[in-house]
């Protein structure tokens, strides 16, 4: 009887884990804020690896690092770090320049151009954002018409000069026949630096030099 006894605990000990008496320190499991870290960087290689859509556009990692470059460039010009120019031109024809603005680097490399331009009906300024090296990233386009239609258009751009979303909203007013998919001819993506010192059709004031 015991024979038998001492038998089947054997045979039990042999299908049961064993496990130590204490916990080994060694072991670690992830906490709340490594398993939250790990969830958001598969959303973000998620979101890169997918397209830009209504849904997600405003926190597509893409469009973050274009506002991003846009927020920069502007800080920039608040401390005065770019070299900035201004010419103005007399209204002589529908959609000839009557503002150019630029703003260059320490490395000669434009960062922002600006221009405006207008009919009796309507008029429209575009500012131009570049990264540094010179890449056409960020269009905004602001105006309105005589209707009382206010619009404002964003078009942003990859490190290949690609669209990869475009925003056209009026903000107040009606709508007016600004185009919602601009036309690239219209944009500035290269040579900011030749078309701010282009000649103009209208007439530019001469600058009047202090005394």
């Keep these: 009887m015991r024979f038998k006894n001492t038998f089947f605990l054997i045979a039990l000990a042999g299908l049961l884990p064993i496990y130590p008496s ?92 600006e221009k405006q331009a207008g009919s009796e009906d309507s008029s429209l300024t575009w500012e131009h954002y570049y990264d540094d090296s010179g890449r056409l990233r960020f269009v905004f386009i602001s105006g309105g018409a005589v209707n009382g239609a206010h619009l404002e258009h964003r078009i ?14 009026y903000v107040k007013g009606p709508e007016y026949s600004f185009p919602e998919v601009w036309p690239d001819e219209q944009l500035q993506k290269v040579d900011p630096a030749k078309a701010f010192a282009a000649a103009s059709r209208c007439p530019e004031p001469k600058v009047r030099k202090r005394r």
Excluded: M
């Excluded at 460039?73 to 002589?92: D, H, I, M, P």
């Excluded at 942003?156 to 909203?169: A, C, L, M, N, V």
């Design 22 to 113: 204490r916990a080994s320190t060694n072991v670690r499991f992830p906490t709340n804020t490594s398993l939250v870290s790990v969830v958001n960087e598969t959303l973000v290689r998620t979101q890169e690896s997918g397209g830009i859509t209504q849904a997600n556009w405003q926190r597509h990692p893409k469009i973050r690092a274009v506002r991003n470059l846009v927020q920069s460039v502007n800080a920039g010009l608040r401390k005065a770090a770019f070299k900035t120019s201004k010419r103005q031109f007399e209204y002589c024809e529908p959609y000839e320049d009557t503002l150019r603005k630029i703003a260059v680097d320490s490395r000669g490399v434009v960062r922002r151009y």
């Design 156 to 169: 942003y751009f990859d490190e290949t000069g690609q669209r990869i979303w475009e925003s056209h909203k």
